[in-house]
T-cell receptor
Framework: DTGVSQDPRHKITKRGQNVTFRCDPI?????LYWYRQTLGQGPEFLTY????????KSRLLSDRFSAERPKGSFSTLEIQRTEQGDSAMYLC???????????????FGPGTRLTVL | AQSVAQPEDQVNVAEGNPLTVKCTYS??????LFWYVQYPNRGLQFLLK??????LVKGSYGFEAEFNKSQTSFHLKKPSALVSDSALYFC????????????FGAGTRLFVKA
């Protein structure tokens, strides 16, 4: 399967612990996005990368959240000092931007479901 | 505040009948417009998009969407619904300025009854 993959698929942690999620995008895609989705809501934009550069970051992303894409390939999203309100599905998506088409559709991974106890 | 509205939490339609899932948006500029679908236990999948040009765009699985600039709407349509179309549908807009932030609607659950 050459789609977007995320690891782990499920994570249960205790409040105050740090967690890290990984996303592997489609290999030729230069843009990578992170979203958070809670029950009954659409995905909420968190941040996005063009290659290794983090170009946009939502105000939803508090100082406890950090994302990296060190070599312009896979990305990690870390949440420090988790809170119960962080419980959600964390989605990763990737897309290909070209000079002729600066914006194309996003391909989503299956998500990582985080439960903070 | 910039937002996307899907006014119906749920749409029910009989198989073979036409369906419409509504979407309106309030954002600055002229955004890119998308529809995504989420089947049970599967990730979000792209359905169709409007970038520029003809107001009626065609997508996967026989779906189409009509862009109306004056009403800032992008309604999803299909002439004849199938039971297998039952899923959760999300409208999304991507801003062309200030970064490519994407805003999703809350989703509309479509039930197609045999």
């Amino acid at each position: 399967d050459t789609g977007v993959s995320q690891d782990p698929r499920h994570k249960i942690t205790k409040r105050g612990q740090n967690v890290t999620f990984r996303c592997d995008p489609i290999s030729e895609h230069n843009r990578l996005y992170w979203y958070r989705q809670t029950l009954g809501q659409g995905p909420e934009f968190l941040t996005y990368f063009q290659n290794e550069a983090q170009l946009e970051k939502s105000r939803l992303l508090s100082d406890r959240f950090s994302a990296e894409r060190p070599k312009g390939s896979f990305s990690t999203l870390e949440i420090q000092r988790t809170e119960q309100g962080d419980s959600a599905m964390y989605l990763c998506a990737s897309s290909l931007a070209t000079e002729s088409q600066s914006y194309n559709e996003q391909f989503f991974g299956p998500g990582t479901r985080l439960t903070v106890l | 505040a910039q937002s996307v509205a899907q006014p119906e939490d749920q749409v029910n339609v009989a198989e073979g009948n036409p369906l419409t899932v509504k979407c309106t948006y309030s954002v600055s500029g002229n955004p890119y417009l998308f529809w995504y679908v989420q089947y049970p236990n599967r990730g979000l999948q792209f359905l169709l998009k409007y970038i520029t040009g003809d107001n009626l765009v065609k997508g996967s699985y026989g779906f189409e969407a009509e862009f109306n600039k004056s009403q800032t709407s992008f309604h999803l349509k299909k002439p004849s619904a199938l039971v297998s179309d039952s899923a959760l549908y999300f409208c999304a807009v991507t801003l062309r300025t200030g970064g490519f932030k994407t805003i999703f609607g809350a989703g509309t659950r479509l039930f197609v009854k045999a």
